[in-house]
């Protein structure tokens, strides 16, 4: 009997056939959903989490980059910021619980992509054209919240050290950063579309119910 698990693959081999993995789900979810119900944002928050949670494992090795806030901006600028949040501690935490190690970190990153989803709500006016993603505007601010999401977990580090830390740790993990930032723009160009186009049809006015909820909190 053939025995094929246990074939060898190099870092760069095993990284290719994650990222063939990742876009085999994303076609999945693609095609899965339209047979959901319209206006069920539970139903398309769901998808997101397992398409967040599935991306975190499989390029877990890339240095951080990984598809989860592309993901919750969107879910902000079209479900608004309380569903962002739950969608960015769902993904979080269930990630690190499963795979990839939980800690005092997990709080810290559902708060950052929570900050993430929050200024998409408060964005989506201007992310949105009608109804339709702006992706120029989108990939701008996708990099961005590379910086903002890093930022807050880096924070975490005032649980051992004291605040004279914060600027030293910060600087060394600018490269970190970049890599955050440049990989949200890569996700941009190539997710942003189809899965804007799928969160629009379980969301009646994103517009509206995002600009809505943030003001009225």
């Known amino acids: 009997m053939y025995d094929f698990h246990s074939i060898s693959l190099s870092p760069a081999e095993m990284l ?16 899965g959903e339209s047979q ?6 539970w139903a398309m928050l769901s998808l997101l989490a397992i398409f ?8 877990e090795p890339l240095p951080n980059i990984q598809p989860v806030t592309m993901l919750v901006l969107l879910a902000g ?26 800690g005092p970190w997990t709080f810290f990153q559902a708060l ?15 992310l949105l054209d009608g109804n339709r993603i702006r992706v120029t505007r989108l990939a701008y601010v ?3 919240s590379a ?3 890093d930022w807050i977990v880096s924070s975490s580090i005032l649980l051992e050290t004291g605040t004279s830390m914060i ?24 997710m942003a579309v189809p899965l804007s186009d799928m969160i629009l049809r379980h969301s009646a006015d994103p517009a509206r119910e995002a600009v809505s909820e943030v003001v009225a909190n």
């Open 167 to 190: 600027v030293p740790y910060l600087i060394n993990g600018l490269a970190f950063d970049l890599y955050h930032a440049a990989g949200n723009v890569a996700f941009v160009a190539w």
């Open 112 to 126: 950052g992509w929570g900050a993430v989803g929050l200024s998409g709500a408060g964005l989506s006016g201007f």
């Open 36 to 41: 959901l119900d319209s206006n069920r944002p």
């Open 52 to 59: 967040g949670i599935s991306g975190r494992i499989l390029l």
């Open 16 to 31: 290719a056939l994650n990222v063939m993995t990742l876009s085999l789900i994303m076609l999945a979810l693609y095609r």
């Open 77 to 102: 600028i079209y479900f608004g910021g309380w569903r962002a949040l739950a969608l960015a501690g769902t993904i979080a935490w269930v990630s690190n619980v499963l795979v990839l190690g939980h």
């Open 142 to 144: 996708s990099a961005a």
């Open 147 to 149: 910086f903002l999401f």
